[in-house]
């Protein structure tokens, strides 16, 4: 047995499949749910990362790309917020915005981020990081590149 994962934004379906294994984070805390887990709905950490692990053969020949990355065949997504559910063997991730760490394309990523955290300073609102910076970095963690934060 094996669960069915979906991942989706509100413009449609990022990633499906049957997993072996999906793991997220919460505002609870990070979670990684396995065949057979109880029932969960949680709330996706603005600016996370999601990993599923494919069932073994069922990634597709794009996903062998990440066969050198950190994770090997594991699909690796930037999520800007949403929900996570599991109930009956599904897990469906329903992301404000998400974005596969195989698509990100990392020199547009950071300079976004640059853009943004130069934005941030400007504004000088609080101790907490924007969104917007949170899902930059996330988008950088999912392409397997390092974090330079200071």
Do not use: C
């Amino acid at each position: 047995m094996t669960l069915q994962v979906e991942l989706v934004v509100p413009e449609g379906e990022i990633w499906s499949g049957p997993a072996e294994l999906v793991i997220a984070k919460t505002l609870d805390g990070d979670i990684g749910v396995l065949t057979n887990h109880t029932p969960v709905l949680g709330i996706l950490v603005e600016g996370s990362v999601v990993t599923i692990r494919p069932e073994t053969g069922e990634a597709g020949e794009q996903d062998h790309q990440d066969a050198d990355r950190p994770g090997g065949r594991d699909i690796v997504a930037a999520v800007g917020g949403g929900f996570f559910a599991v109930a009956d063997n599904r897990v469906s991730i329903l992301a404000h915005e998400a974005q596969l760490g195989r698509q990100v394309d990392a020199a547009a990523a950071r300079a976004a981020l640059e853009k943004a955290l130069q934005e941030a300073a400007d504004s000088a609102g609080g101790d907490e990081e924007p969104a917007d910076v949170r899902y930059f970095r996330a988008l950088l963690r999912a392409a397997g590149e390092p974090d330079d934060r200071a």
